[in-house]
């Protein structure tokens, strides 16, 4: 089946410094999300992509849906120690119907202060 | 306006038994999904619904059941649990049309079957 391979697993970063994350896939598909999980809530949205080569920001985030259409990126930057928790990349391809959203298995993020 | 509930929060299930999980969202979204997180493998869907008395299976419905009487309601059963299902379960919902924006999560079921 469909599969998102996300990469890193986990960083674990000074306070101050610029974090990358990417999910990739031999797969197409046409929206690319990403979310974050604190320790004991359901993952809360941060950006969504609907078209290839779109970037976009959020505050200190910005994402990119790749041109292939097949992989995505996170980054954050100036990271501070709020900025813990699971990043998961997430995908859907609108031929199927919208239950169809494919999660990576997610990035641990640490901050030291 | 309290989004997307998860009922209960916590459970403790003997092998075998049954129980239902409920999930409750206020938004009139038309389509709720039911999703387990394990260690490292992320979210997996276990069921969905695209409107009110409809359901559909996703990737890892074996062992589930799911109904959808009300349009803000989704439930989730377990007729036999089994060890394997112990694991934490989301609950979210999303509007039909106008992308996914709208896709919220619930704050999740910690189920340990024993």
């Known amino acids: 089946g469909q599969q998102l391979n996300q990469s890193p697993q986990s960083m674990f970063i000074q306070e101050g410094e610029d974090v990358s994350m990417n999910c990739t896939s031999s797969s197409i598909f046409n929206t690319w999300l990403w979310y974050k999980q604190d320790p004991g809530e359901g993952p809360v949205l941060l950006i969504a992509?609907?078209?290839?080569?779109e970037l976009t920001s959020n505050g200190r985030l910005t994402a990119q849906f790749g041109i292939t259409r097949k992989d995505s990126f996170l980054n954050i930057s100036a990271s501070i120690p709020s900025d813990v928790g699971i990043y998961f990349c997430a995908a859907l391809n609108y031929g199927g119907s919208q239950g169809n959203l494919i999660f990576g298995k997610g990035t641990k993020l640490s901050v030291k202060p | 306006n309290a989004g997307v509930t998860q009922t209960p929060k916590f459970r403790v299930l003997k092998t075998g038994q049954s129980m239902t999980l409920l999930c409750a969202q206020d938004m009139n979204h038309e389509y709720m999904y039911w999703y387990r997180q394990d260690p490292g493998m992320g979210l997996r869907l276990i069921h969905y619904s695209v409107g009110e008395g409809t359901t559909a299976k996703g990737e890892v419905p074996d062992g589930y059941n799911v109904s959808r009487l009300k349009k803000q309601n989704f439930l989730l059963g377990l007729e036999s649990a089994a060890p394997s299902q112990t694991s934490v379960y989301f609950c979210?919902?999303?509007?039909?049309?106008?992308?996914?924006?709208?896709?919220?999560f619930g704050s999740g079921t910690r189920l340990t079957v024993v």
């Open positions: 992509l609907y078209k290839a080569g």
């Open positions: 979210a919902s999303s509007y039909r049309t106008g992308g996914l924006d709208g896709y919220t």
